[in-house]
């Protein structure tokens, strides 16, 4: 990410002295692979999300691989999944051997369609993974019903939602497993880095060996005094951990967590209400207030009406001429060529709304009078273009 005066980024981490200072303790201290501090980021998380089992790992997409991989999913089983994702919650499904079978979304909220998961569940379906859009909790209460009366498991793809509340709680209470990324424009950041979030011990324990080699529990800490070099091998795992230099920015982004999501709601406010002025042109993201719902705001994705004077892809052409940069979230999966090929599948509303969507910059960085430039090159294109 270039960050210079005169153009705005469509991200920027906040990383402070907190999270500096932080790091030079981790990298002083001689642990600088996983060590007391990943020890220490997943107590801090796990009493955060008030949850029982944390196993941090080095993406969000390792903390799904190691979800199905513990759930024992595999080659004749199918999981259900949006296509309005990254790619990576889809790749994953293929890792382990199985199937993904497409489903389509709300046009609201971008979440995924409840009736289209139900009229896909077949005698082979093990699981269902649930996006929460942007940071908008997909219906959990349907979901939950749904998996518990198929005997399925849930899993969240919560890559967008850490802070977002659903009945009250934080995503990382609901589903069998919760699958958190912490990418660089996430809503708190490792750089790189992500947690596996789950209630069941034999899940927790399945999922750990799976992230570290299948090397049985504690290992990490064989080259101390308390540790011992012998160890075995349980099952066949992978490399996922986290390291201490991550865990220490990751826990000085945890203290200001509820703080940046709070700046970002902010921005988003103040962006819904001047782009509201242009609804002709542009539809703002769908946010109803609900009790208990908290949006995590990870993104503002708008959508540039079709009928416009100005596509989707000239508008972002047109702002970066103005020097902000945007991104869109995202290219179906379905549409890309290797599953185009090989698991083809018609989805009309996330068909429709990918032509559409365009994400804003939203950061707790951001300043005022980058949002009001922003606000106001989004009026001056769409007005100038319609006269
Ligand atoms: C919805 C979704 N799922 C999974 C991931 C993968 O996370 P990571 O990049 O940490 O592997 C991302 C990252 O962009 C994402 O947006």
Request: contains cysteine; aromatic residues 12%; proline residues 3%.
């Amino acid at each position: 990410m270039i960050i210079t005066n005169d153009f705005i980024p469509f991200h920027r981490a906040e990383i402070t002295s907190q999270e500096i200072n932080n790091v030079i303790d981790a990298l002083k201290s001689g642990w600088i692979s996983k060590g007391p501090k990943v020890v220490e980021f997943e107590e801090k998380l796990a009493s955060f999300l008030n949850t029982k089992h944390v196993i941090t790992c080095n993406s969000g997409t390792a903390a799904l691989h190691m979800a199905l991989l513990s759930m024992r999913i595999g080659p004749g089983d199918e999981v259900i999944v949006p296509s309005f994702t990254f790619c990576s919650s889809v790749n994953v499904i293929l890792h382990v051997g199985a199937t993904p079978v497409f489903v389509d979304i709300n046009e609201d909220n971008f979440c995924l369609n409840i009736s289209d998961v139900k009229s896909k569940i077949s005698a082979k379906t093990k699981a269902i993974i649930a996006v929460h859009f942007a940071g908008y909790p997909a219906d959990l209460k349907e979901l939950s019903c749904l998996a518990r009366d198929n005997e399925l498991y849930l899993i969240e793809d919560a890559a967008h939602a850490f802070t977002t509340k659903f009945n009250n709680q934080y995503i990382g209470t609901h589903g069998d497993a919760i699958c958190f990324s912490f990418y660089a424009t996430k809503n708190i950041t490792t750089g790189e880095g992500g947690a596996l979030v789950v209630s069941n011990d034999t899940l927790a324990e399945k999922a750990r060996l799976y992230g570290w080699h299948g090397i049985s529990k504690n290992a990490w800490n064989r080259y101390t005094s308390e540790g011992s070099w012998k160890y075995d091998v349980m099952l066949p795992g992978f490399k996922y951990n986290m390291t201490d230099i991550q865990a220490a920015i990751g826990s000085s982004q945890l203290e200001k967590a509820e703080m940046m999501r709070n700046k970002k709601e902010k921005i988003a406010s103040y962006y819904s209400e001047n782009l509201n002025e242009i609804s002709e042109f542009i539809k703002v993201p769908f946010y109803k207030k609900e009790v208990g719902l908290q949006h995590g705001w990870h993104l503002f994705v708008i959508r540039v009406k079709n009928n416009n004077f100005i596509n989707r892809d000239e508008f972002i052409e047109r702002m970066k001429e103005r020097k902000i940069g945007l991104s869109v979230h995202f290219i179906p999966v379905h549409l890309h060529p290797y599953y185009k090929t090989n698991f083809p599948t018609s989805l009309p509303v996330t068909e429709n709304i990918y032509d559409e969507i365009v994400s804003l910059p939203l950061y707790s960085n951001l300043t005022k009078e980058e949002t009001s430039y922003i606000v106001k090159s989004i009026k001056e294109i769409f007005m100038g273009a319609s006269r």
